[in-house]
């Protein structure tokens, strides 16, 4: 599948599941804004999350009460009816694309067809990694994993416990050392990691800059995290855990 592909679908896949719950996209009113990273998770104690140090934003979208976030380095704000936001241009402009992820997740936890969709904060992503370890454990044994995406938390739990490989875009990550593994580029070292993992654990991000469509058809397990992608794992029938979010 191409990102032309997976954004074509998820468009026309989420604008059945409006007719089919008699929704009229037009008059619906979605707000977004950029959230703050004390509002998006809170007071840390790790420093090194990708959005204290900026490369990354949480866009928030509000429906009825219900909220949809999404992780992007592309904020959107916006004030309008969700008919203007399924005709953007969500295959070639990051920020129409980031704002139709966010609003697709408050409409679908408005629908009670996606949960846990409001990031966890404070001490909840180091108690979310920390539950990441039995859960594999419990479904998958002592595999090789390979990490899409660093999240510090997850990150060093899983590499105390399981041999690890981490793939990420960030160029301040790429090449450096965390927790005794080399981080490596997430499009050159691509091929070389996947082949080496048992498991992939992939951040729910990844649908917002288009490198999901890497993870979706490979022949082995594929698990993704996150609340960015709580609306499309339901789409796409995606196996998604996010322990502490809400």
Not at 36 to 52: C, F, M, N, V, W
Not at 102 to 120: E, F, K
Not at 180 to 189: A, K
Request: aromatic share 8%; with cysteine; proline share 4%.
């Amino acid at each position: 599948m191409t990102e032309t592909e997976l954004y074509t679908k998820l468009r026309e896949e989420f604008k059945k599941i409006m007719a089919e719950h008699n929704l009229e996209v037009g008059e619906i009113r979605i707000r977004s804004m950029a959230l703050s990273p004390e509002e998006a998770i809170g007071i840390t104690e790790r420093k090194d999350y990708p959005i204290l140090d900026g490369s990354e934003v949480m866009l928030q979208a509000e429906y009825e009460g219900c909220l949809g976030q999404a992780f992007t380095s592309a904020p959107a704000a916006y004030a309008g009816s969700l008919q203007e936001i399924i005709d953007g241009d969500i295959i070639g402009d990051s920020h129409a694309r980031a704002l139709f992820i966010a609003s697709m997740n408050a409409v679908m936890r408005y629908l009670g067809l996606a949960d846990r969709t409001v990031h966890c904060k404070n001490q909840g992503p180091e108690l979310c990694a920390k539950q990441m370890v039995p859960y594999i454990k419990e479904h998958y044994g002592s595999p090789k994993i390979l990490q899409v995406g660093y999240q510090p938390a997850i990150f060093q739990n899983l590499a105390e416990n399981f041999e690890m490989r981490i793939l990420d875009l960030n160029p301040a990550n790429v090449g450096t050392e965390k927790y005794g593994v080399r981080v490596g580029h997430g499009t050159d070292d691509f091929d070389e990691y996947v082949k080496w993992a048992d498991l992939i654990v992939c951040t729910g991000s990844t649908i917002c800059n288009g490198s999901v469509v890497s993870y979706l058809n490979l022949d082995k397990e594929v698990i993704f995290y996150g609340t960015t992608l709580a609306g499309a794992a339901a789409v796409l029938g995606l196996p998604r855990v996010c322990f502490e979010s809400e």
